[in-house]
């Protein structure tokens, strides 16, 4: 699906670089930029869900971004596309060229983890980017879910609840061993603090779901981007020694109900390989909105095998 140029070369970089040719310019953005920057992406708000929650929960200037972003404008000086480049890479754009000027800049990293988009935005980023970014390393392809009101009412499920920080010790193995089935990489092994930082964090904020019985987590999922009109869930899981009674649909279905009682909508994503996962989501009532690629970055500063991953 994506394929490495073998002559990579280092590319150079700076906050803000000039495409005479096309008329553009790509510059990091600032906290007055906020407010022109949340109008421009939510203009489809499904697929800017990341990074609109990024800007909600943290700032446009944040450490817990664990990026920059950066706004693409033309001549008269209007956005033409918005990327967060970092650890992840995401972007929304109006134009091929916006795409390409991303690409520009996202090849001066050695750090990204991953780049996430729709389909033909990814394959136009990654036509220019490979030249002198970093090796690819996986790619999967993804479909987007969205469940819309009114949803299904299925009642609500007992003991369903927003999981406590004295849960973190069911829920972060479960979540860490996703994470490295989707990816290859364990957080657990090439950041452990950050990892745990983060899970604590979703979980201090309510938007981690779970269902215990006997002491054994049975069902978990994530909230993790929250807009004022949309929720971003990753992270559903049923324990393998419950499956097949129903467990997933009914579990989702009731946090979906309680999330829309103030959203607009709720979106996820699944690996198109996934037929269980999708059948589930299909019986919760969501819809297939768009496909989109997932490629996941060898690291230039690292050994990358099985033994040394992000």
């Known amino acids: 699906m994506y394929q490495q140029n073998a002559l990579a070369n280092s590319a150079d970089s700076s906050a803000t ?22 109008k421009f992406l939510g203009q489809r708000p499904i697929h800017t869900v990341a990074m609109v929650g990024f800007i909600s929960d943290n700032g446009i200037e944040s450490p817990l971004n664990r990026g920059t972003f950066y706004g693409c404008r033309n001549q ?3 956005l033409e596309g918005v990327a967060l480049i970092g650890h992840a890479i995401l972007m929304e754009t109006r134009s091929t060229r916006a795409v390409q000027a991303f690409a520009n800049i996202a090849q001066s990293l050695s ?34 879910f ?25 829920v972060m193995p479960v979540q860490a061993e996703m994470a490295k089935q989707e990816s290859g990489i364990d957080p657990r092994e090439t950041d452990p603090e950050g990892f745990e930082a983060r899970c ?4 201090e904020k309510g938007r981690t779901w779970v269902l215990i019985k006997d002491g054994k987590l049975v069902f978990k ?11 971003y869930l990753e992270g559903v899981w049923v324990n393998p020694s419950e499956r097949g009674k129903n467990y997933g649909v009914r579990c989702l279905s009731d946090v979906c109900y309680r999330l829309l009682r103030d959203k607009s909508s709720i979106c996820l994503l699944v690996n198109v390989e996934n037929d269980a996962a999708q059948s ?4 919760a009532g969501f819809r297939l909105q768009s496909t989109y ?8 500063n690292r050994l990358d095998d099985l033994s040394l991953v992000q």
């Open 17 to 38: 670089t000039s495409f005479a040719a096309v008329a553009l310019t790509v510059s990091a953005l600032r906290p007055e930029h906020a407010a022109e920057a949340l």
């Open 111 to 144: 750090t990204s983890h991953m780049i996430m988009g729709e389909q033909q935005q990814v394959e136009e980023f990654w036509e220019c980017y490979a030249k002198r970014g970093q090796e690819f390393r996986l790619a999967c392809r993804e479909l987007l």
């Open 280 to 283: 589930t989501y299909k019986q």
């Open 146 to 170: 969205e469940l819309r009101w009114p949803a299904e009412v299925r009642g609500e499920i007992p003991g369903l609840r927003r999981a406590t920080l004295e849960d973190s010790n069911l």
């Open 221 to 231: 999922t994530e909230v993790v981007s929250d807009t004022p009109d949309l929720a």
């Open 76 to 78: 008269d000086g209007e």
């Open 200 to 203: 604590r964090r979703r979980i």
């Open 293 to 300: 690629d997932t490629i996941f970055l060898r690291q230039k």
